[in-house]
């Protein structure tokens, strides 16, 4: 069947596939005397005693609960306003920054876009070391949401860091040296890491990304002292269904392998079912937990057409054996995940009061991509509680009583009829680190509302090593579109900071952003809040009730979660700037002033101060054509579509940039055809990332592009969102 798209429908459908998620308190402190770590001896038991050491961040999310809470007061509701800059420190480079600033013996490590780690002096910023991995371009161009990584671990005088092109690597703390270096993926494949490791006992474990692209996922530990793979567990079967030697062998031998079919496409392309962020440990059970990503393809008629199985294990929360990465349970929030639903966002564990008794119950928590506020039982992964925390949902109605998704059918069918999702692939909330507050009961959600066009019967670019999600990417998309288009579709993007009731599973309070993709969140024992927006405003709220208490401008989108520190008695709050990211380089269309590029920062706080953030560099930018308008609909319909499938995902839908990556639209190379080929076909910006596509594309598709970007360029002045060439 055919699927027609006009008015909204047409609004959303223009950034089809755009790739872009009380009655609880305290437990009583404990009141043994911990002493803090030393970069010589930091490990495990460290980390599982952190929250009571919160002068020093030791991992990723704070302590292995990763609460992202701290027990740090001298910052409080009534001084927070005399917040100042205590110091900055200039990145080397440019995209996006996710990274969470790791602390202790006085020093941070923070990561930026390409795998670069810098160790600074935490209480000056003075650098110490940085290391540069050297990511190639052909390798940057492997990953789905830009070059970016979310921050390092530390262990016994080591930093480790997943590299972007797959390395695992230790460094040494005080030099930043080379220990060991383990590639951890087969290279043959689109596979990237951008998550922080996490180091459990004597082992450290990493996932990896490239679902959209066609690889099957895994979860691995590593040796922390010598890098050698201890265990592996994968989250999609082996294509024969055969034994891989690896810890998940039994369970997919015993239950997985019968929730896929015989045949499809998830036998040539991996399934998808990759672990690309959150990894968490639980001392009380000694499981690690981990989410699992979205299916590869999307489409589950052609990933597996005559299976009508939950395709375990994706977008599924699971827990594993720490020593040996058996089985023990999993969740799936989205059986046979066919809307790009990862349930890959932030895992939380608490100990909350259950029941009508309330009696106290070791819980996993998560608010995934699909709208759904998830409450488990942490030892057996048994369904306790879910509601939408979000207000609006299109593709199910609720959750029965075992937490399973009652879908909308229309919703199942969008591969046949095609259907506009929300959620949409953007998720109710992305990776953007969510908190959670043991005093006030509530956890704090990055939230988002990214409608979605999602239409069947991809055409071409079936090469299983580029976009394979199943789906018409074009579908529904004119080339040429009225005034006010973008403006209309602006209006229903939307993100907020959601306090949550995990017991009572209802929101406590809401503040409204200006639009989806604000930072993660950051929360303390003196009741704050703290959280990044795009809009570049590192802002503290009252835990209990959402007042802005105080806010400063960081003069960059803020995407990345704040931590803090105490040095010498004073308490530091720390943030990485730096606009980029899946969402960043697909919301132009959603954004209506284009980024300045500029390096990323590290913008550290403490009361008192009065330091300078810095500037933000001038746009030199003209928002004009550059040449002239050529080529006819037929052409630029061509241009259209080979533009979805081969640049949408980093230069934007409709060819609008966000600023982080060059706008097509204003650029004088796509005006000049010799320039333009000697790119696209002849990857003379490789190591910028932007590889040769002469493997997808022949020289009059890719004159066809340039003619619709040329045209978008023009349309923009026709519309009044740019202005015509100087003729000066």
């Not at 269309?589 to 953030?613: N, Q, R, S, T, Y």
């Not at 003209?622 to 949408?648: H, I, Q, W």
Request: contains cysteine; aromatic residues 10%.
């Amino acid at each position: 069947m055919k699927f027609i798209l006009s008015g909204a429908a047409l609004a959303f459908s223009v950034l089809a596939f755009s790739i872009v998620l009380t009655g609880c308190v305290d437990k009583p402190e404990d009141k043994t005397t911990y002493d803090v770590p030393t970069l010589a001896n930091i490990n495990s038991e460290h980390i599982a005693n952190a929250a009571n050491t919160p002068e020093v961040w030791l991992s990723y999310g704070g302590t292995y609960d990763e609460q992202r809470f701290s027990r740090l007061k001298q910052i409080n509701q009534e001084n927070v306003n005399a917040l100042g800059v205590a110091w900055t420190y200039d990145l080397q480079t440019s995209r996006g920054v996710e990274a969470t600033p790791i602390v202790l013996d006085g020093i941070m490590y923070v990561t930026g876009s390409w795998s670069i780690v810098y160790a600074l002096d935490a209480k000056t910023g003075e650098e110490l070391w940085v290391y540069n991995p050297e990511v190639s371009g052909e390798d940057a161009a492997k990953g789905c949401c830009d070059v970016i990584n979310r921050g390092v671990a530390v262990h016994e005088g080591k930093v480790i860091v997943g590299v972007f092109d797959g390395r695992l690597e230790a460094l040494n703390a005080k030099t930043g040296d080379v220990i060991w270096s383990t590639l951890t993926v087969d290279k043959s494949m689109p596979y990237t890491i951008t998550g922080a490791p996490r180091v459990v006992k004597d082992k450290v474990l990493i996932g990896n990304g490239g679902a959209e692209l066609g690889v099957r996922g895994f979860v691995s530990a590593y040796d922390v002292n010598t890098g050698e793979l201890a265990w592996r567990f994968y989250t999609t079967p082996n294509p024969d269904k055969k034994p891989d030697g690896a810890a998940s062998d039994d369970i997919f031998a015993s239950a997985a392998n019968d929730t896929w079919g015989d045949s499809g496409k998830w036998k040539t392309e991996g399934g998808g079912g990759t672990v690309w962020d959150s990894i968490i440990y639980d001392t009380v059970n000694d499981s690690v937990i981990f989410g699992v990503g979205n299916a590869s393809p999307w489409n589950s008629d052609i990933r597996d057409p005559e299976g009508n199985g939950d395709n375990f294990f994706l977008s599924s929360i699971v827990a594993v054996d720490a020593d040996t990465g058996k089985y023990k349970w999993h969740f799936q929030t989205t059986p046979r995940d066919q809307y790009d639903f990862t349930a890959t966002q932030s895992l939380i564990l608490a100990d909350l009061p259950v029941g009508a008794k309330g009696a106290l119950r070791r819980v996993v928590m998560q608010a995934p991509k699909n709208g759904f506020y998830y409450v488990l039982d942490a030892a057996s992964g048994a369904f306790i509680s879910g509601k939408p925390f979000v207000d609006l949902m299109t593709w199910a109605t609720g959750l029965d009583a075992n937490g399973r998704p009652i879908e909308n059918p229309e919703a199942r069918n969008w591969t046949k009829n095609g259907f506009i999702n929300i959620p949409g692939p953007m998720g109710a909330h992305n990776w953007h680190p969510m908190a959670y507050n043991p005093q006030t009961g509530l956890a704090y959600i990055p939230a988002q509302q990214v409608p979605q066009a999602l239409v069947p019967n991809l055409k071409s670019n079936t090469n299983p090593k580029r976009w394979n999600i199943g789906g018409d990417l074009a579908a529904g998309v004119p080339p040429v579109f009225p005034k006010g288009t973008l403006d209309f579709i602006r209006k229903d993007f939307k993100g907020n900071l959601l306090a949550w009731d995990p017991v009572k599973q209802e929101a406590r309070w809401s503040v409204e952003h200006s639009g989806p993709g604000n930072g993660g969140v950051l929360t303390t024992a003196s009741n704050l809040v703290f959280q990044g927006t795009i809009d570049g405003e590192l802002v503290a709220y009252n835990a209990e009730n959402g007042d802005k208490l105080w806010g400063k401008q960081a003069n960059s989108g803020v995407v990345a979660p704040p931590s803090t520190y105490s040095i010498d008695g004073e308490q530091y709050i720390a943030i990485a700037t730096g606009w980029g990211g899946g969402w960043a380089l697909n919301y132009g269309v959603g954004w209506p002033k284009a980024v300045v590029p500029d390096v990323g920062h590290v913008i550290v706080f403490k009361l008192g101060a009065i330091g300078e953030v810095p500037d933000i560099p001038e746009n030199g930018v003209v928002m004009s054509p550059k040449g002239n308008d050529f080529g006819g609909a037929e052409m630029k319909t061509l241009g259209l579509r080979k533009y979805a499938e081969n640049c949408m995902v980093c230069h934007g839908p409709l060819v609008v940039s966000s600023g982080v990556i060059p706008d097509l639209r204003w650029s004088y190379l796509s005006a000049d055809k010799e320039a333009w080929n000697e790119i696209v076909l002849g990857g003379a910006l490789t190591d910028n990332g932007m590889v040769s596509f002469s493997k997808y594309l022949n020289a009059d598709e890719a004159e066809a592009i340039r003619a619709y970007v040329m045209g978008q360029s023009w349309l923009a002045v026709a519309n009044g969102d740019a202005k015509e060439p100087s003729t000066e």
